[in-house]
């Protein structure tokens, strides 16, 4: 249902300010709570504490500032993330569920590192020696239901998310083109909203591996090869190249891999869609919807829509989806 224009801004402005407070204050004081507390402990923790665990007890250690400051930040930026992302609304002035799902994680991320982090400090306590420090296993798990009971507070506070649908448009094949071969390539790459937010979260990555790096650099080889190929992904992942040919749709990602092809004989149909990313998708990249629909979702507006023999919806988002639907549908007929 589309809201009379002058109720939009009033839901908006009252959604803006529901976002503040779930998503970005209460994750905050959280978070600052629990930094002003362990650094109430210093005086009474070892140097330096123990900051992982294995099966056998404390295997990584590092500096208190870093274990108090680093769950501190890591909720500031998605705090600042999730307002960013949810800040617009949806078309009608209400809320996204891939809104509601960041600023809910918000609170989720606040609780879970704020806890396990001061329950890793708070064991170790009187100690001379961190080595001696006992398993937080128990705090972690504790941590986990707690901070999904009150994301899951959040998500109920917010307003119902908006329903979007699409209505696509079937493409009718190019005329005259029976007996031509026919061929569309094209790139489609993400706005610069989303390389923001990526470059953010990337950011963050990075900062979390900097600090790692000098609190505990014999413990850094495997989160800097996992923090690589998770930045190569995300880089890979903002741009791709889409080819129709007589072997029908081939998307590629900038690094070739992911990648994915549906041959003229396993289409059924085609046609154009108006993608909204954040409502049916909830977010850019290669994405899934609740509704079953898969695809490169990269920008709100046209996209292909090709559904396959057997009943699945694969999307692509371009500026020439009209003309690229065209094509495929006449090389689909051929």
């Known amino acids: 249902m589309t809201l009379p224009a002058e109720n939009v801004s009033p839901q908006l402005t009252r ?20 930094a002003f507390i362990m650094a109430l402990w210093i005086p009474e923790l070892p140097s330096p504490v123990a900051s992982h665990w294995g099966t056998s007890g404390p295997d990584g250690y590092s500096t208190v500032g870093s274990v108090i400051v680093l769950p501190l930040l890591m909720t500031l930026i998605f705090a600042a993330l999730a ?35 001061a329950g890793s400090l708070a064991v170790q306590r009187g100690l001379e020696n961190a080595e001696n420090a006992p398993a937080i296993g128990g705090i972690a798990i504790a941590a986990f239901p ?12 917010l307003p119902a998310a908006e329903y979007i649908q699409s209505t696509p448009v079937t493409a009718k094949p190019i005329e005259g083109a029976a007996t031509q071969r026919v061929h569309f390539s094209t790139t489609t790459r993400v706005g610069p909203g989303v390389v923001i937010i990526v470059g953010a979260a990337l950011a963050a990555l990075a900062i979390a591996l900097a600090v790692q790096a000098v609190s505990n650099p014999e413990e850094l080889l495997l989160p800097a ?6 930045i190569a992904l995300s880089v890979s992942t903002l741009s791709w190249r889409v080819t129709i040919d007589q072997r029908g749709l081939k998307v590629r990602s900038a690094l070739g891999f992911p990648r994915t ?10 046609a154009v869609v108006d993608v909204n990313p954040m409502g049916e998708f909830g977010g850019y990249g290669w994405r899934w919807a609740p509704d079953g629909r898969s695809g490169i ?3 709100k507006g046209d996209a292909i829509e090709v559904t396959r023999m057997n009943g699945k919806k694969f ?8 003309l690229a639907a065209e094509t495929l549908a006449t090389i689909a007929k051929k």
């Open 315 to 322: 999307i692509v988002t371009m500026h020439d989806a009209q």
């Open 83 to 117: 307002a960013f992302a949810s800040w617009k609304g949806g078309p009608n002035g209400g809320m996204l569920w891939g809104h509601k799902i960041m600023v809910a994680a918000s609170m989720f991320l606040a609780i879970t590192l704020s806890v396990t982090a």
């Open 146 to 157: 707690i901070a999904l009971i009150m994301a899951l507070f959040a998500w109920l506070m």
């Open 15 to 34: 959604n803006r300010r529901l976002i503040i407070v779930i998503g970005v204050v209460i994750p905050l004081v959280i978070a600052l709570a629990a």
């Open 261 to 270: 092809t549906i041959a003229p004989d396993q289409i059924e149909s085609v």
């Open 225 to 230: 090869v996992i923090g690589l190929f998770v």
């Open 297 to 299: 979702v990269l920008s």
